[in-house]
């Protein structure tokens, strides 16, 4: 299985920038594609697709939300934070079987 | 709008039974394939299981393999999750989802607790 190691926190202050890692253990990438996904999931809520292919927005998410990265080494980033974005953060691959997902990062007001 | 609403959740005996239902609405159903998620109290997501947009192919966690069927009625628009023998450590709550290349929508989930 491809693992993925995300940091279980950080901490924030509001407006400025956040940057969260994603780490796999095995290249998802193929045909210039990158099967990595970013999802947030508030406490008591359902995950939300934030990011899909390493760097597309999905629909009706800010702008102040990007992916970017490749093979081996993603980043989420929220610029600028603001209080409604304190949510815990997974990164998911879809490369291959099984479907894997990172611990979370849980994004936190200094 | 894609909606998707669990329902089948509950309290249920260790080596018992129980079969989660996803009404889908809002989009083509038998476009989509469709899978399971879980989640366990205060843990991170886990996939359970996918099935294709016709229900010719499905795939599970090896964890679960042999234990759950993920089945799909595309006439009523409705994904299914029979899950047999249970232990507590299935306890979780389940999210169905729709799927592109990701989990693009997710339902609200409904929580299984497995415990004598």
């Known amino acids: 299985d491809i693992v993925l190691t995300q940091s279980p926190a950080l901490a924030v202050s509001l407006e400025q920038r956040a940057t969260i890692s994603c780490k796999t253990s095995q290249n998802v990438d193929n045909y210039g594609i990158s099967y990595m996904h970013w999802y947030q999931q508030k406490p008591g809520q359902q995950p939300k697709l934030l990011i899909y292919e390493g760097s597309n927005l999905a629909s009706g998410i800010p702008a102040r939300f990007s992916g970017s990265g490749s093979g081996t080494d993603f980043t989420l980033t929220i610029d600028p934070v603001e209080a409604d974005d304190i949510a815990t953060y997974y990164c998911?691959?879809?490369?291959?079987?099984?479907?894997?997902f990172g611990g979370g990062t849980k994004l936190e007001l200094k | 709008e894609v909606q998707l609403v669990e329902s089948g959740g509950g309290l249920v005996q260790p080596g018992r039974s129980m079969k989660l239902s996803c009404a889908a609405s809002?989009?083509?159903?038998?476009?989509?394939?469709m899978a399971w998620v879980c989640q366990a109290p205060k843990k991170g997501l886990e996939w359970v299981a996918t099935i294709s947009y016709d229900g010719s192919s499905t795939y599970y966690r090896d964890s679960v393999k042999g234990r759950f069927t993920i089945s799909r009625d595309n006439a009523k628009s409705t994904l299914y999750l029979q899950m047999d023998s249970l232990r507590s450590e299935d306890t979780a709550t389940y999210y169905c989802?729709?799927?592109?290349?990701?989990?693009?929508?997710w339902g609200q989930g409904t929580l299984v607790t497995v415990s004598s």
């Open positions: 989802a729709r799927i592109t290349r990701e989990f693009a929508y």
């Open positions: 809002g989009f083509t159903f038998n476009n989509y394939d």
């Open positions: 998911q691959q879809s490369k291959d079987y099984p479907p894997t």
